[in-house]
Nanobody
Framework: QLYLVESGGGLVQPGESLRLSCLAS????????IGWFRQAPGKEREFVAS????????RVLDSVKGRFTISRDNDKSTSYLQMNSLKPEDTAVYYC????????????WGQGTQVTVSS
């Protein structure tokens, strides 16, 4: 069983930055791909970014390319989502997710952390 806990959310002004963290426990993070999803009020949940088990490859939502960066530190069992130049439309609850390498679906989800971008 893998447990994921997000932190780092908050209220920021447009143009500012936040770094979200996802701490994993229960099992070694080495065997899991990590991703981030978000869900804004009244909208469907959407994929934001993902990174492979070894951190060698990643994917990022087009609308956040150049602003968001996903990374991981397996020694610390932690993944990060660095978010720069935040916009009001980035406001959402952000979820950390994980899946085994062979899995098609994201198997484990964190409880989410709120990010609000407003002036």
């Amino acid at each position: 069983q893998l447990y994921l806990v997000e932190s780092g959310g908050g209220l920021v002004q447009p143009g500012e930055s936040l770094r979200l963290s996802c701490l994993a426990s229960g099992e070694s993070l080495d065997h899991y791909a990590i991703g981030w999803f978000r869900q804004a009020p009244g909208k469907e949940r959407e994929f934001v970014a993902s990174i492979t088990t070894d951190g060698a490859n990643y994917r990022v939502l087009d609308s956040v390319k150049g602003r968001f960066t996903i990374s991981r530190d397996n020694d610390k069992s932690t993944s990060y989502l660095q978010m720069n130049s935040l916009k009001p439309e980035d406001t959402a609850v952000y979820y950390c997710v994980a899946k085994e390498k062979i899995s098609i679906t994201w198997q484990w989800w964190g409880q989410g952390t709120q990010v609000t971008v407003s002036s």
